[in-house]
């Protein structure tokens, strides 16, 4: 699988729009975008997932970069409950290959 | 619904014990997975079953992890002895698809201490 790059932590106000960069320079063509989510003591929770094509769903939207090479992640309003770890990756098989994700702080 | 459920959610035990996680995924999911997550490797994929056979244990860590799903809504995963360096959260997850496009559902994990 390729691998993925993101900022290691950020913060975003409470009602604003959280817009999470990921770097996946080397993705293949049948490789696809998977965004999950780990919320402190809880088990990863997916959030969205595309493979050309922008995604929204009602939890977030997913803008993929022509090239394939990046997308970011958009949480539209953040909430306090959106603090959490977020993880891109990318994905061709049933294999979820986790890295360290980006810590995304929502402050009040 | 009621998702995936994996029991125990806390585990202590000692050195050398056997310890037994057990799931119960999603009915009518045909695939099943286990992971670790630490602190120092965070989340790893340990094994995973398509209709209780295992497809790929290469990242079970060693002969002293063992998994099996005798049928389609149960899977254990066991360590005999356990070892200090075990102590990690266990997470199962199912998914009703294979392959891209296939969502995973997680279970709230099991953490296990040994001591």
């Known amino acids: 699988d390729a691998k993925t790059t993101q900022p290691p932590s950020m913060d975003c106000a409470e009602g604003r729009a959280a817009n999470l960069p990921c770097n996946h320079s080397?993705?293949?063509?049948?490789?696809?975008v998977y965004w999950y989510r780990q919320i402190h003591s809880q088990g990863p929770q997916y959030i969205i997932h595309?493979?050309?094509n922008n995604e929204t769903n009602e939890m977030a939207s997913l803008i993929i970069t022509e090239d394939r090479k990046s997308s970011t992640l958009i949480l539209p309003h953040a909430t306090l409950r959106d603090t959490a770890v977020y993880y891109c990756?990318?994905?061709?098989?049933?294999?979820?290959?986790f890295g360290a994700g980006t810590t995304v702080t929502v402050r009040a | 619904d009621a998702g995936v459920i994996q029991s125990p959610r806390h585990e202590v035990t000692e050195m050398g014990q056997e310890v037994t996680l057990r799931c119960k995924p999603i009915?009518?999911?045909?695939?099943l997975f286990w992971y670790r997550q630490t602190m120092m490797r965070g989340l790893e994929l340990l094994i995973y079953?398509?209709?209780?056979?295992?497809?790929?244990d290469s990242g079970m860590p060693e002969d002293r992890f063992s998994a099996k799903m005798p049928n389609a809504s149960f899977s254990t995963l066991k360590i005999q002895p356990s070892e200090p360096r075990d102590s990690a959260v266990y997470f199962c997850?199912?998914?009703?698809?294979?392959?891209?496009?296939?969502?995973?559902?997680f279970g709230e994990g099991s953490r296990l201490t040994v001591l």
């Open positions: 997850a199912s998914s009703p698809l294979a392959g891209a496009g296939g969502e995973l559902f």
């Open positions: 080397t993705i293949s063509g049948n490789e696809y």
């Open positions: 595309g493979l050309k």
């Open positions: 990756i990318v994905r061709v098989d049933y294999k979820l290959s």
């Open positions: 009915s009518g999911h045909d695939y």
């Open positions: 079953f398509n209709n209780n056979v295992p497809i790929d």
